[in-house]
Every structure is written in C-alpha cells, then in structure tokens.
C-alpha cells in the first residue's frame, strides 16, 4: 500500500510528466539532468496525494522523505559540484547563516523580478519603433567611371585561353618488364646461373626496379630460384630445372602477359 | 513697387534641434549624444541644448510623439494617449508570455550580470537554460564572453533593448538592489525558529 502510494505518484512538472518511479528510473539511468527537476513539485504533488486519504500512511511518507532526500542530495551535487568540499565542514550555526544568506538574496532577486513585472505592466502602452538600426554603410570605395575600350582590352585579355603547359618533364618511362624477362632468360639459356646486381648495375633506379620486377615474375614462374646470403647481400638468380618436359611454359599462360603489359 | 526682402536669420540651435528630429525620426534604437553629434557634424553641448529643446516640444502630453532618454540614448516613442491605437494594430513580442521564471532570471542578469548559467542556477535552485534561451531569443540578454574559471561558461548581460521595453535610462535607474526583499537577519532568526521548533 505505502509502495503503490509513493511510486504510483503522478507527477506534472515542467520538465517531467508521468509517474514518480518512471522519473526515480530516469534520473538514475542519467536519462534525465536532477537539476532540471522541481523537487518542491514532487512534495507539492505528494502533499496533495496525501491529504485526499483520510489517514497518514506513515510507511508511505518514510518513504517519500527517504527518496526526495536522496533526490535532493543528487541535485545539489549537480548544481553545486564545487562547493562541496566548501560545504562539508560548516557548523550548523554556519550553515544556518549561508542557508538564511542565501534566501535573502533570492527573496531579493524574486522582488527585483516582481518589481520588473510591474514595471512592465506600467510600460504596456509605449510602444517604440523596433529593428535594425539602419545604419551607412562606411567606408565603401566607389569605382571611378571606365572608358568602354578599356573595359574591352581587359575582358579581350581575361578571354584569351592560357597556353598549354608541358608536363614532359613530369612523366616517368618505365621500359616495359617483357624486355628483362627476355633478357633474363636468354641469360639463363646460356649460364646456370647468375649474379643479379652486377646484371643490373649501371641502369637506372627506374630500370633496375623493372628488372627486379622480372625477376620475381621468374620466379613466381618457377623458371628461377633466388638466394641471397644476408639482407641487401647480392641477388644470386640459378635456373630451376624443368618440371616436366614439353610442357606449356608458364609464361605461355594468358594471365601472365595481361599483368606484365599492365605493369609496363 | 517690391517690399525689400527680409531675411530672417534662423537660430542656430533650432536648426540642429531640426537635424536631431530628422536622424531620431530616421533611427529606429536609441542615439546617444555622441552619435547625434557625429551625425549633425556638431558639437556635443549644442547637441545637448537642442535635445533640450525638442524635449520640451516632444513632452508628455503635448504631441503623438514623445522623445524620451532611454536606454543610453534618445528616442521618439508613441504618447500613452495613443496606446490603445497602437495596440490595435501592433503588439509587443519582446515580452508577451515572459513567465516568472524569466523575469526572475532577467532580475538576476540585470542585477549581478554578466552571469553565467551555473551562476543563476545557483541562486534560483534550478535549472535556467530554458529561461536563458527564451530571454536570448526575445532580445533582452545577449552573450558578453566568456567565465575564466569553472569551465568557461557563457556570461550573459541584459541589451538596449531590455532597457527600452522597461523604460530605463539605464540600469542604474534599477532600484537598489538592498533596499528589495528583506535581510539576512529577519530569515536567520525565522530559520531558528523553525529548527528550535522541531527540536522542541
């Protein structure tokens, strides 16, 4: 019975409406900021609940103190998480003092805001002209008048199309990977095997990395078998032996020449 | 026979009370003297002397126009005898539906500002964003920088336009602020009360 009268509180309050155990979840979920809460809404709503039951339920009002305390507590915390540390040691002598301090300076504001409003009713009936102020323009450079042939030599300039600029020098010649892999293999015709830096040394660094691109198709090919003692060691390339004899060369295969003229 | 011509000298001070009756008609917020001075090419205390003039010719209850000192400034405004008129067929935005909340958080800007959020938060025991913004929006504050501690929160001060809609000179023209509400003293006392009460 306590249970249902505390949680089965409804509650319409300017940032919440439903009931009070949906805004306890709420809050606790983060779902909802505690400091945009009317706490004194929810005792208001409770205090009401309560006088339309002919008995206090004393269960019920244990409760509710319990939790709007505990509500309280979490909103002062958001409001004021600095002060905290500053608060803790207050006497209650003091705290009194701050409490009743406080009070008064907003008692003071809410009649600053009461004497606002009445201001306002008092002002109803002036009514002002209200915008933008239509100010000048300052500083505005006005453009002398043109003579109309200069106009013409200007846009006849601004209408001729720019000369093509050469981008030769930008562009980088690859020689194609089929002319190594023909050098290479006519190499291998001849000799068993190889030394590859001393094959490619004095070309180029485009050429040298196009002739190690042949190298590695050789190899992916099975026509070759590389060996090298340490890293950055010479490259030392021996011709495999034939898997079988007759057989289709492996650079015969459709694919191979396809990637090869691409790469070139 | 042709009567001479009599050329009739015009005051001087008159014709610059003229020129600031043009540039007040023409301006739609309040111009201080400065800016009439600059704007008639003149010097201050002769824009003064004029202003005095037209305030004379622009009282109360003399014309449909009024020029009044607000906000810093001068402006023309309608009589109150034309009121009514004027609300017949104009309203007044800036502060219709301007709730307690609002007003309340004008009151702290207008007294303490520039003040931040947390900072009203902290006096009013609730949050004041939706206040905040709904001022913002009407005009009546506006942002003046940024707090150097506590996370740099957005400052906020009252506008013209605050003291125009309340028909201030300035917001020196704000009561004083102690002589509001009642003190420390009489709540501390009322506070113990209660505490002795309940202890008792």
Not at chain 1, 213 to 234: C, D, H, I, Y
Not at chain 2, 23 to 39: D, I, N, Y
């Amino acid at each position: 019975m306590a249970l249902a009268a505390v949680h089965e509180l409804d509650l319409d309050l300017e940032a919440f409406e439903g009931p009070f155990d949906l805004l306890l979840t709420l809050l606790l979920d983060e779902e909802l900021e505690p400091r945009e809460i009317d706490v004194a809404g929810i005792v208001l709503a409770f205090v009401e609940r309560l006088a339309e039951r002919e008995e206090v339920d004393l269960e019920a009002c244990g409760e509710f103190l319990v939790l709007v305390a505990a509500l309280l507590e979490l909103k002062a915390r958001s409001l004021f998480p600095d002060e905290a540390a500053e608060l803790d040691p207050l006497e209650p002598e003091e705290a009194a003092e701050e409490l009743a301090r406080r009070l008064a300076e907003y008692r003071r504001l809410r009649e600053a805001a009461a004497w606002l409003a009445e201001r306002l009713s008092a002002e109803r009936g002036r009514f002002f002209r209200l915008g933008p102020a239509p100010l000048a323009p300052r500083g505005e450079r006005r453009i002398a008048p043109q003579p109309a042939d200069a106009l013409a030599r200007a846009l006849r300039v601004l209408a001729t199309p720019p000369p093509n600029v050469s981008l030769a020098h930008m562009a980088l010649r690859f020689p194609p990977v089929s002319q190594f892999l023909e050098r290479f293999r006519a190499l291998l015709a001849r000799r068993r095997r190889f030394d590859f830096d001393s094959e490619v040394e004095g070309l180029s660094r485009v050429e040298q990395a196009v002739a190690f691109l042949a190298l590695l198709e050789l190899r992916k090919s099975g026509e070759v078998a590389l060996t090298q003692a340490a890293p950055f060691a010479p490259i030392r390339v021996e011709r495999a032996p034939r898997q079988r004899q007759g057989g289709v060369r492996p650079f015969d295969d459709e694919r191979i020449p396809t990637w090869t003229a691409r790469s070139a | 026979m042709d009567s001479p011509l009599r050329l009739i000298a015009a005051n001087p001070v008159d014709r610059l009370a003229r020129t600031i009756e043009a540039l007040l008609v023409v301006a739609s917020s309040p111009l201080s003297v400065a800016e009439l001075a600059e704007a008639a090419d003149d010097d201050a205390e002769r824009v003064e002397t004029a202003l005095g003039l037209l305030r004379e010719r622009y009282a109360e209850g003399r014309s449909g126009i009024v020029l009044e000192q607000v906000a810093g400034g001068y402006a023309f405004r309608a009589s109150r005898d034309a009121a009514d008129a004027c609300a017949r067929l104009f309203e007044r935005p800036v502060e219709r539906g301007l709730s307690q909340a609002a007003l309340e958080t004008l009151a702290i800007v207008a007294y303490l500002g520039p003040c931040s959020r947390p900072e009203i938060a902290r006096i009013r025991g609730v949050a004041a964003d939706s206040a905040v913004a709904s001022l913002v929006e009407r005009g009546l504050i506006a942002e003046a920088g940024r707090e150097i501690a506590s996370g740099g929160a957005v400052r906020y001060r009252t506008t013209p336009l605050f003291e125009r809609v309340f028909g201030l000179e300035s917001l020196a023209a704000l009561p004083r602020l102690d002589d509001l509400g009642s003190d420390a003293g009489e709540l501390r006392e009322r506070l113990l009360e209660v505490a002795a009460a309940r202890a008792s």
